[in-house]
């Protein structure tokens, strides 16, 4: 690109050179189209149609696993009709009859939360609807009292403000199987501006530490500090949405799902 | 001629200098950013970030110049900030971003000019201060890419022509691809997939055309644009591979004015003309 003696870049010099960079963006364009559809499907593919993915493998593992309630003890529905509060919007609605059983489950539309669905064979009814306990207090005392046993019970989820009440009257949860097994998890969740690493604590079957133990997104993981608590607090991997930081809250919450998916299938 | 005629002339001579050009097509893309944007999201942090610049500025330029003078270079710098800062940061990070930006420029600076961009720089330090976001909304982003992309080539190449710094854009964008397609090819192409599409794209253009060709900070000579503008693209991709974080082209025009200062530098200790 020699300057020309007036000082201004010639006409067919500037044509060359636009020409060759648009050359090299497009030979870069080509190569990496796959890869940017990728990452732009994985953008605009928000929670609820991954919630589906992530409710498979739940649910495989779910009636898999998991012991069939005993006759005359029916399990409690998990999921409350009462509003929940603190749940995400992505999250669809789940009414559920307050004598649900577990054929009702199997109906139920996709909920993320696994912790929702844990039963308690042998258990009293009264147990059942311990387990119905709302994401904001699912760490609080009450879940506490609900896993002193030696065989812990994974309780809740739909939030509701009522939980507290219930935790009081739970049914020892000597037969309830942990909805996770203890251990520590990792996992990874990814966007289009790189991907984050979270880990897990699984404890008694309940989630007890959530952290980030890498963040690789180009932006700080400052931004999205106070969700790692909402873990905990919510005993599940929905997370608020971050205004300014969605796309960093997703992978952190994709990186939830898949430890949390380890911690179940382990 | 009356006092407002008076001011009228001086406007229209403004508007004329690069400066002022340089405000009017900012001005353009702000217009197409709040259609896409929305003017509620967007007029409070661009109105903290160019105040609280004009605020710092107007007092040191009194001060140095021993008259009222328009703070032309922090409206720049403020709308800068502005239009490169997450709108979702509080107004007063914006607005502090802004100050210190322009005091900067008065801190780190050589005989003839600031050695550094102030937006860039300031930008960079609120990554680290505030954990500030960089969106790039006046890169219009958001926009639909037939719309986005000719916005910033005509008006970034206007503004380039007029400051003869087309062959600083052109070498930036060429070795700038160059790496990434080359990335491309030799590793994995998701690497670096970003930079191709949506926003880096048009981050990319906007940051070449209106943020590399700042005249203080940047070479005159063609042969020196096109060795600035390569270094430029090297550390840019350099910090996006090492580091991956959102500044990776502001860390490349910091590298970039480092080298310009050096060079005027060690000119000026040869003896040789330098031209800032």
């Given at each position: 690109m020699p300057p020309k003696r007036s000082g201004r870049l010639s006409p067919s010099t500037l044509a060359a050179s636009v020409a060759a960079v648009l050359l090299l963006y497009g030979a870069g364009f080509i190569r990496t189209r796959a890869a940017a559809q990728r990452l732009t499907q994985d953008t605009s593919r928000r929670r609820p149609v991954n919630m589906d993915e992530v409710q498979q493998v739940l649910d495989v593992a779910r009636f898999t696993t998991v012991p069939e309630p005993t006759i005359g003890a029916p399990p409690t529905p998990v999921i409350s009709a009462a509003p929940a509060f603190?749940?995400?919007?992505s999250v669809p609605p789940v009414p559920a009859p307050a004598t649900a059983t577990v054929a009702d489950q199997t109906n139920r539309?996709?909920?993320?939360?696994?912790?929702?669905h844990v039963f308690v064979p042998g258990a009293p009814a009264g147990a059942a609807s311990a387990s119905a306990h709302g994401a904001e207090l699912a760490a609080g005392t009450a879940v506490e009292g609900v896993h002193a046993?030696?065989?812990?019970v994974a309780a809740s989820t739909?939030?509701?403000?009522l939980a507290a009440a219930d935790a009081g009257q739970?049914?020892?949860?000597?037969a309830e199987k942990p909805k996770y097994n203890d251990g520590r998890y990792l996992g990874w969740g990814y966007c289009r501006h790189g991907q984050i690493q979270a880990a897990v604590v699984i404890e008694h079957g309940r989630i007890t530490s959530a952290e980030i133990t890498q963040c690789g997104t180009r932006y700080s993981c400052d931004w999205i500090e106070k969700l790692p608590p909402q873990v905990v607090s919510r005993q599940s991997p929905e997370v608020d949405f971050v205004s300014g930081a969605s796309e960093s809250a997703d992978a952190f919450y994709y990186a939830i799902v898949e430890a949390l998916a380890q911690a179940k299938g382990k | 001629m009356t006092r407002v005629t008076r001011m009228r002339h001086a406007a229209e001579r403004f508007f004329r200098t690069p400066k002022g050009i340089l405000i009017l097509l900012l001005g353009v893309l702000l217009v197409l950013a709040a259609v896409g944007e929305g003017v509620l999201q967007l007029w409070r942090p661009l109105v903290a970030t160019v105040a609280a610049a004009a605020v710092v500025d107007t007092p040191i330029l009194r001060w140095r110049k021993r008259r009222w003078e328009f703070p032309s270079g922090a409206v720049l710098t403020g709308l800068l900030v502005g239009m490169v800062?997450?709108?979702?940061?509080?107004w007063y990070v914006g607005a502090v971003v802004s100050a210190a930006a322009v005091a900067l420029k008065y801190v780190a600076r050589t005989r003839s000019a600031n050695v550094f961009n102030p937006a860039a720089l300031a930008l960079v330090a609120a990554y680290y201060v505030f954990k500030a976001g960089h969106s790039w909304w006046g890169a219009l982003p958001d926009m639909s890419l037939l719309v986005s992309i000719p916005a910033l080539v005509a008006t970034g190449v206007f503004i380039s022509h007029r400051v003869n710094k087309l062959p600083l854009v052109l070498a930036f964008l060429g070795v700038f691809y160059a790496l990434f397609t080359a990335a491309a090819f030799v590793g994995d192409p998701a690497r670096v997939a970003e930079a191709f599409i949506t926003p880096d794209v048009q981050a990319a253009l906007f940051f070449a055309f209106f943020i590399l060709t700042d005249p203080p900070t940047s070479p005159t000579r063609y042969r020196d644009q096109l060795i600035c503008g390569a270094l430029v693209a090297a550390v840019s991709f350099a910090t996006f591979e090492l580091l991956g974080v959102v500044y990776y082209l502001l860390a490349g025009v910091l590298a970039g004015n480092v080298q310009e200062a050096w060079r005027r530098a060690h000119h000026a200790r040869g003896g040789r003309p330098v031209a800032a």
């Open positions: 603190a749940a995400p919007a539309p996709p909920v993320v939360d696994e912790a929702t046993g030696p065989a812990p739909s939030p509701t403000p739970a049914a020892p949860p000597a | 800062l997450s709108p979702h940061e509080p």
